[in-house]
């Protein structure tokens, strides 16, 4: 049964930082992708940042571009985000996900098989 439990959410000051972390559990294999979605109150899930099991290819949302940096350590089973410069614009519920069916990375929700039960971060002004 595959699990992934995110951690490190809370309240931060705009111009903070955070890193938010997501232990997977159950997987047959580390060799999957992972990524980050995000959900504020009243939209949809959107795309945060994808990484390959190798980590050489990342894929990052436009406007976290240059903020936030996606990595993993497959020793651990574990992938993070690093929220740097957090702006009220970054408050959502945090979700990973990890894809199973295949080794390339997407941006789309429905490309991913199992998800966490989301962490929140809340950005203050």
């Known amino acids: 049964q595959v699990q992934l439990v995110e951690s490190g959410g809370g309240l931060v000051q705009a111009g903070g930082s955070l890193r938010l972390s997501c232990a997977a559990s159950?997987?047959?294999?580390?060799?999957?992708?992972m990524g980050w979605f995000r959900q504020a109150p009243g939209k949809e899930r959107e795309f945060v940042a994808a990484?390959?099991?190798?980590?050489?290819?990342?894929d990052y949302k436009d406007s976290v571009k240059g903020r936030f940096t996606i990595s993993r350590d497959n020793a651990k089973n574990t992938v993070y985000l690093q929220m740097n410069s957090v702006t009220p614009e970054d408050t959502a519920v945090y979700y990973c996900?990890?894809?199973?069916?295949?080794?390339?990375?997407?941006?789309?929700?429905?490309?991913?098989?199992?998800w966490g039960q989301g962490t929140q971060v809340t950005v203050s002004s």
């Open positions: 996900a990890v894809r199973t069916r295949s080794r390339a990375i997407f941006r789309l929700v429905n490309e991913y098989d199992y």
């Open positions: 159950g997987l047959t294999s580390s060799s999957y992708p």
């Open positions: 990484i390959t099991w190798t980590g050489t290819i990342r």
